[in-house]
């Protein structure tokens, strides 16, 4: 059963601007992805928190960063928001050792309007 | 060129039909996930394999590791299975690859 959690559900902001998107991963996991997802496309991985620590990362720019907190739960921060950078991010939490093969929990995303 | 390719892109099958949608990747993995994502977002995981098969209910997933290639089969098709089935890697360099989905409508 999931129980990762992502705030806000919807947000809407103008080009330039940053924006903080928050994860609240399922108890017991310290592993969390975030992922972007655009209108009609699969995912793209954006980058993985183990234990506070980065622990792999797609193909995004500098400007998108992320934040693990000691209690597992996750921010994803993006700066100089761009009109692409509007889209669907979704985190997902699993348990255990990074690079282990633990099934990933996903939340109902945040869906992110650039104006 | 996607390092994870799916097909169909769409799919469309009447109540009861076996449904295959198949999934080939090109890069070493260490797992290969199956997802279904609902109109709206929300994504559930249907299996995650390293190797060989599993059955969850109606629901059956197999993954070649030699000729990487993995399947997703859906018995007895019922309108609720219809939403989109993506097929995602992790690579043995612990980075995610996605396909594109499969759109699947199940017709009463």
């Known amino acids: 059963e999931t129980g990762v959690t992502q705030s806000p559900t919807h947000l809407i902001k103008t080009r330039g601007q940053q924006v903080t998107l928050r994860c609240s991963s399922q108890s017991g996991h310290n592993t969390v992805s975030w992922y972007q997802q655009a209108l009609g496309q699969g995912p793209q991985f954006i980058f993985q928190y183990y234990r506070e620590e980065e622990n792999g990362r797609g193909n995004f720019p500098p400007r998108f960063s992320g934040l693990q907190f000691p209690n597992y739960s996750s921010e994803l921060n993006v700066n100089a928001l761009e009109l692409d950078d509007s889209a669907l991010y979704l985190c997902?939490?699993?348990?255990?050792?990074?690079?282990?093969?633990?099934?990933?929990?996903f939340g109902p995303g945040t869906r992110l309007t650039v104006l | 060129k996607n390092e994870v390719e799916q097909s169909p892109q769409n799919l469309t099958a009447q109540e009861g039909e076996f449904i295959t949608i198949n999934c080939s990747y090109s890069?070493?993995?260490?797992?290969l996930h199956w997802l279904q994502q609902h109109p709206g977002g929300g994504i559930v995981s249907l299996f995650m394999?390293?190797?060989g098969k599993k059955k969850h209910g109606r629901l059956i997933a197999t993954i070649n590791i030699q000729e990487k290639h993995s399947s997703l089969h859906i018995t007895a098709s019922h309108p609720r299975d219809s939403a989109v089935y993506i097929c995602?890697?992790?690579?043995?360099?612990?980075?995610?690859?996605f396909g594109t989905g499969t759109s699947l409508t199940v017709i009463p």
């Open positions: 997902a939490s699993s348990r255990g050792l990074a690079g282990s093969t633990d099934t990933q929990y």
């Open positions: 394999l390293s190797s």
């Open positions: 890069v070493g993995i260490s797992a």
């Open positions: 995602a890697v992790r690579s043995a360099g612990n980075q995610f690859y």
